[in-house]
């Protein structure tokens, strides 16, 4: 019971979290809420959009704080780029990159309300 609680507690407290940055709430499964975003008005999709690409990037770079050698860092920088599909030459939208992104900005978010 107690362990019920808590993980309620904690998907609200993303929810919260989430909605105070413009984003849907991430506690739930990630293709409904990439299906949420799909269906929204283009002008809102695309500010949603920016807005995760937009965090992304801080999380990359604040996560890369954490790496005391500068090629370890740099390692980390690439490879977090290249797997959430900011150095490719496709400027299309791409569900399967939301998805990696959102999963990646679900876990900062969880380790962020974790410390």
């Known amino acids: 019971m107690n362990c019920e ?3 309620i ?3 609200i407290i993303l929810d919260v979290f989430c909605l105070d940055k413009g984003l849907p ?5 990630l293709n ?4 949420m975003i799909c269906q929204m008005p283009s002008l809102e999709r695309r500010k949603v959009n920016r807005k995760i690409r937009k ?4 999380v990359i770079v604040f996560e890369s704080k954490d790496f ?3 090629a370890h ?6 490879s977090a780029n290249a797997s959430l599909g900011f150095k490719t030459k ?6 399967d990159i939301l998805l990696r992104r959102l999963s990646f900005l679900r876990r900062a978010f969880a380790r962020e309300q974790s410390k």
Do not use: E, H
């Open 5 to 7: 609680k808590k993980s």
């Open 9 to 11: 507690d904690s998907s």
């Open 25 to 29: 709430p991430l506690s739930q499964n």
């Open 32 to 35: 409904v809420v990439v299906n």
């Open 55 to 58: 965090l992304c990037k801080k």
């Open 68 to 70: 005391g050698c500068l």
């Open 73 to 78: 860092k740099n390692r980390f920088k690439r």
């Open 90 to 95: 496709r400027d299309t939208f791409s569900r």
